[in-house]
């Protein structure tokens, strides 16, 4: 097992790399099911270069990878229990939170 400073540097890491909105919309529907890169264009209303990009910082942390088929690369996420984490934050929870945030959510 890793030491405490080790674990918490590992969670940072993965935090860091749901601390987008666009990462986040990308794992919802990863969570649906294994999705290339041109099927997320539609979805996310945004450009290939950008979905991209924060493939791979999802890539670089474990949270998703891919597979080759043929000339595309099907993505999927690497442990649905992410899936979970995210979902903890729920509207109460941000609710109950922003009594004591310095900006509203």
Same mark, same amino acid.
């Given at each position: 097992?890793?030491?405490?400073?080790?674990?918490?540097?590992?969670?940072?890491?993965?935090f860091k790399?749901l =601390? &987008?909105?666009?990462?986040?919309?990308?794992?919802?529907?990863?969570? $649906?099911? $294994?999705? +290339? %890169? =041109? $099927?997320?264009?539609?979805?996310?209303? /945004?450009?290939?270069p950008?979905?991209?990009?924060?493939?791979?910082?999802?890539r &670089? +942390?474990?949270?998703?990878? !891919?597979? *080759? %088929?043929?000339? *595309?690369k099907?993505?999927?996420? /690497?442990?649905?229990?992410?899936? &979970?984490?995210?979902?903890?934050?729920?509207?109460?929870?941000? =609710?109950?939170? =922003?009594?004591?945030? $310095?900006?509203? !959510?």
């Open positions: 097992m890793k030491n405490k400073n080790n674990m918490d540097s590992a969670r940072a890491v993965i790399a =601390s &987008d909105p666009l990462r986040l919309k990308i794992l919802n529907s990863l969570g $649906e099911g $294994e999705k +290339c %890169v =041109s $099927e997320l264009i539609p979805i996310l209303k /945004t450009v290939q950008l979905i991209s990009r924060h493939l791979r910082i999802l &670089d +942390c474990g949270l998703v990878s !891919f597979r *080759k %088929v043929g000339n *595309k099907p993505y999927r996420i /690497t442990d649905k229990r992410i899936i &979970d984490v995210i979902n903890m934050i729920s509207p109460d929870l941000i =609710s109950n939170l =922003s009594k004591y945030a $310095e900006r509203e !959510f």
